[in-house]
């Protein structure tokens, strides 16, 4: 049994860390609680053991942690931006969905509402079978009894939810905003809509490093807006006014939407709080 990051990737973690004299990676994190800045290491932020399964640490290690890590690093590399006007290959842009799919199973409230709809799950619909009615009441009763930690458990193991996930992600745009100020992103637990960043709203947005985030939105609009091909990826070089804005508006949803973390640095936090 292993010690689970329950909320965020560790691969995503390292990059807000910095190294003590022990060398070991430290993060800044604001603790809602406590109304204060607090340092922990990456090491153990938010773990709690046997929080995941073991089958279920894998999965999310190789399917989510270890390939968003290497789409962060490709996108490091790129020093040559255009604005609205950037290729992205498709393997990347999967691994962007999937990996915003399992934080969607990692996040509290998005379970919670998962749970809730359960209860609204028709099971006396017409034209199902018997075995089917009574799959779908073993179900709903399944759900109304287990916490949120089997829930996510159930979710990330049954290969046929993630795909539902990630299915509901497929049509989406993807906007990558592309920080070179000499202000940082936030990091958040959870996947918040924010609107009016671009020129076209975001459904939701995360922070894959401190100079880094990636919104999704409606594709069609933004092609239409934008009069783009279905190959193009909306990049934008933000200026520090935006990201001001943004920690802004990520602070307002951590503090609005509990239990949330929000990770970064000590400068930014100043800033917003």
């Given at each position: 049994m292993?010690?689970?990051?329950v909320y965020?990737?560790?691969?995503?973690?390292?990059?807000?860390?910095?190294?003590?004299?022990?060398?070991?990676?430290?993060?800044?994190?604001?603790?809602?609680?406590?109304?204060?800045?607090?340092?922990?290491?990456?090491?153990?932020?938010?773990?709690?053991?046997?929080y995941y399964t073991d089958?279920?640490?894998?999965?999310?290690?190789?399917?989510?942690?270890?390939?968003?890590?290497?789409?962060?690093n490709f996108l490091e590399k790129q020093?040559?931006?255009?604005?609205?006007?950037?290729?992205?290959?498709?393997k990347m842009k999967?691994?962007?969905?999937?990996?915003?799919?399992?934080?969607?199973?990692?996040?509290?409230?998005?379970?919670?509402?998962v749970k809730e709809s359960m209860k609204n799950l028709n099971y006396n619909a017409l034209y199902i079978s018997e075995n089917e009615r009574q799959r779908?009441?073993?179900?709903?009763?399944?759900?109304?009894?287990?916490?949120?930690?089997?829930?996510?458990?159930?979710?990330?193991?049954?290969?046929?939810?993630?795909?539902?996930?990630?299915?509901?992600?497929?049509s989406l745009g993807i906007i990558i905003a592309f920080n070179k100020t000499s202000r940082n992103f936030v990091l958040i637990s959870n996947a918040a809509?924010?609107?009016?960043?671009?020129v076209v709203d975001t459904i939701m947005n995360i922070t894959l490093t401190p100079k880094i985030c990636i919104g999704l939105c409606d594709k069609e609009k933004m092609q239409k807006k934008l009069k783009i091909d279905d190959d193009t990826i909306i990049t934008k070089i933000v200026e520090e006014v935006f990201v001001l804005k943004y920690n802004k508006d990520l602070y307002k949803a951590a503090k609005n939407n509990k239990p949330n973390l929000l990770v970064g640095f000590e400068k930014e936090f100043k800033e917003i709080i």
């Open positions: 292993v010690k689970s990051h965020l990737a560790k691969s995503v973690l390292n990059r807000f860390s910095h190294r003590d004299k022990d060398k070991r990676k430290l993060i800044y994190y604001y603790n809602f609680d406590t109304n204060k800045i607090e340092e922990s290491t990456t090491a153990s932020f938010n773990r709690i053991n046997g089958i279920n640490e894998n999965i999310l290690k190789r399917f989510s942690e270890e390939k968003i890590g290497n789409v962060i020093d040559r931006i255009k604005e609205y006007d950037f290729k992205l290959p498709d999967k691994i962007i969905k999937q990996y915003v799919a399992y934080q969607l199973i990692r996040n509290d409230s998005m379970m919670q509402m779908r009441i073993d179900i709903i009763e399944r759900y109304k009894k287990i916490d949120l930690k089997c829930l996510k458990n159930d979710f990330i193991e049954y290969e046929p939810i993630i795909k539902t996930f990630f299915k509901s992600l497929e809509p924010l609107n009016g960043y671009t």
